[in-house]
Antibody, heavy 123, light 106 residues
Framework: EVHLVESGGGLVQPGRSLRISCAAS????????MHWVRQAPGKGLEWVSG????????EYADSVKGRFTVSRDNAKKSLYLQMNSLRPEDTGLYYC????????????????WGQGTPVTVSS | IQLTQSPSFLSASVGDRVTITCRAS??????LAWYQQKPGKAPKFLIY???TLQSGVPSRFSGSGSGTEFTLTISSLQPEDFATYYC?????????FGQGTTVEIK
């Protein structure tokens, strides 16, 4: 069974940095693209970033480009999101999600979601 | 690519047929997925490639459409179907979601 467990969220002041992590199990982690999706309180879903299985392809939402960096460590079966220059509008629940198909960067939707880690940006 | 769902909110009864529309700002071929989210829970993946049901999803759910207009239909609404539904385009990056449609009990 696939398990995705996010950690590292918390309260941070505007302009500061935070790194969140996702520990994966139950599947061959290094065969799948992974993504981060966030949800502001009471709002809809927003795709944040994605990384291919071999870290060669990386994409970001315009709202975080230049401030956030996604990475993965396949040996540790872990996904990371380094968030710098945080803004109040970055507040939300950050989900780690897995693509449905192996080696599919282009078209795969997300078949597994973690429970999310909350990030609050406030002074 | 912007996705616009309609309606944003609908009130329906158990047994009703429900249809949610998702319109894309440009042609996304058939590269659309649907998710269901219940309060306090992570989203659940329902449908991809516009109409392919994920394993385990009840057959009362169906999807259709291509190009810029897509629909999610629940043929006979069940109590466990009251939730918020999101469409997502998979045609290009950055990925985008619709704003969501909340289905509530009438």
């Amino acid at each position: 069974e696939v398990h995705l467990v996010e950690s590292g969220g918390g309260l941070v002041q505007p302009g500061r940095s935070l790194r969140i992590s996702c520990a994966a199990s139950g599947f061959t982690f290094d065969d799948y693209a992974m993504h981060w999706v966030r949800q502001a309180p009471g709002k809809g879903l927003e795709w944040v970033s994605g990384i291919s299985w071999n870290s060669i392809i990386i994409e970001y939402a315009d709202s975080v480009k230049g401030r956030f960096t996604v990475s993965r460590d396949n040996a540790k079966k872990s996904l990371y999101l380094q968030m710098n220059s945080l803004r109040p509008e970055d507040t939300g629940l950050y989900y780690c999600v897995k693509a449905i198909h192996e080696f599919d960067w282009l078209l795969a939707p997300y078949d597994s979601w973690g429970q999310g880690t909350p990030v609050t940006v406030s002074s | 690519i912007q996705l616009t769902q309609s309606p944003s909110f609908l009130s329906a009864s158990v047994g009703d047929r429900v249809t949610i529309t998702c319109r894309a700002s440009q042609d996304i071929r058939s590269y659309l997925a649907w998710y269901q989210q219940k309060p306090g829970k992570a989203p659940k993946f329902l449908i991809y490639a516009a109409f392919t049901l994920q394993s385990g999803v009840p057959s009362r759910f169906s999807g259709s459409g291509s190009g810029t207009e897509f629909t999610l239909t629940i043929s006979s609404l069940q109590p466990e179907d009251f939730a918020t539904y999101y469409c997502q385009q998979l045609n290009s990056y950055p990925r985008t979601f619709g704003q969501g449609t909340t289905v509530e009990i009438k």
